[in-house]
Every structure is written in C-alpha cells, then in structure tokens.
C-alpha cells in the first residue's frame, strides 16, 4: 500500500506503518511556526484546541486555572506530566468541547490558539456573557505542494492541511482519505472527494491504527 502523510508523524508512528509494510512518503503541508509568548492575561478556565500550542502552554503551567478545556486526549497527558493541578477536560473534537462549555456560564476563558483557528469557539458563545481573550501561539502557512505519485491512502489531519494539498493535485476515486476527525473529513467531502475514512478520536495514532484494523479486515 502507498500512503501519502501530510505532516511528520512520531518515529514510533512511522515504525508502527513500516511493521505493515506499506510504503509512505512524507509531505509536509503546512509549515508550523510558533510565537514567542511573554505573557498571559488571567483567566478562570483555558481551552486548548491544537497540540501545537502546548509548547507555549507549559511555559504558563504555574499560572494556570482550575479548569482546562482541550481537544484529544494527548494535550490532557502532556499537562499531567508537567505538573498540571488543574481539572482538565478532554473532548474528542472543538464542536462538543464548546457545546459543554456555553453550559458553564463562565466570565471569561483564556484561548490558546493558531493564528488561523477556525471561529468554532466565538460562534459557540456568542449568545453568552463569557469574555473570551486569546493567545496566539503559532502560525500555519500552506505549503501548495506538487505531489507526483499515486496513493491509496492519503492522511490528513486538518481542513487547512486538506486545502494546502488540493491546491494543486487532484486524486482518483479509488483514493481513501483517511481523516484526523470529522471536520476534516466535512472539509474533503466538500471538495467532491467521498472516499473518505474518520477516526473515532483525534489522535495520529489512533487514525492509523483504526485504518490499519479496517484494512486487515476486508
């Protein structure tokens, strides 16, 4: 099997795919910088949305709140490690975490974010007296990559990632698109593209593996 990956995934990730046996290539299709963050203003609860702000996020771990709202369960494990006291909470993707958070009624929440979030979060209160402050935490660019083999599989693990690659390459039919969640996969199919394959939960791994299983079982 030919397997295209659009960002770099852990060694053990890629040792798992070479135990199957399936050729991969490697595009990057965003080019990730992060921010140099000085400081945060105080809040009572944080929301963490991408693993690529936790870099800042630790830098802030003795000024954090009682409440942490993040995506996937990787962020939750990483602020465990560091020391984290707060009550952390886990959602598999951005749509339940802000249903469950316009419940709170809180005043204020502290939203560490990429540059070019998706609006999710402002949507989800807008009708709500919660204050929300943001810190940018990194940028994304688009790659626009010519990629010039043909795949059965290619994984993608953002709509930003999945636009950055359909710029400039169109794939067949019989091209699975495996996807990190489903605004994702609502991404790709909105760009013609059905042949598509979700994870249960935002997590790389977990995206392999339940492709994998998927797989082995036809």
């Not at 992060?34 to 693993?51: A, G, M, Q, Y």
Request: glycine fraction near 4%; proline fraction near 3%; aromatic fraction near 10%.
């Amino acid at each position: 099997m030919n397997v295209l990956l659009t960002k770099r995934l852990s060694p053990s990730d890629l040792d798992l795919i070479r135990s199957w046996g399936w050729n991969f290539e490697t595009v990057e299709t965003l080019n990730i910088s992060l921010v140099d963050v000085k400081e945060i203003p105080k809040s009572e609860t944080w929301v963490i949305s991408s693993r690529n702000s936790f870099a800042s996020v630790k830098g802030f771990i003795n000024q954090e709140p009682g409440i942490i709202y993040c995506v996937g369960s990787w962020v939750k494990e990483e602020l465990i490690k560091v020391g984290s006291k707060s009550v952390v909470r886990s959602f598999e993707n951005m749509k339940s975490l802000v249903t469950d958070l316009a419940k709170q009624n809180l005043k204020s929440v502290l939203y560490f974010c990429g540059e070019d979030h998706r609006q999710e979060l402002e949507e989800g209160l807008r009708n709500s007296s919660t204050k929300i402050s943001k810190v940018i935490t990194h940028q994304s660019q688009m790659t626009f990559p010519v990629v010039k083999n043909n795949f059965d599989v290619v994984f993608v693990f953002s709509p930003r990632s999945a636009e950055s690659l359909l710029k400039n390459n169109a794939f067949n039919n019989q091209t699975i698109f495996a996807c990190i969640g489903p605004t994702t996969a609502s991404y790709v199919s909105s760009r013609g593209i059905s042949n598509a394959f979700i994870s249960s939960y935002p997590d790389a791994r977990i995206l392999l593996e339940e492709f994998h299983a998927q797989i082995v079982s036809k």
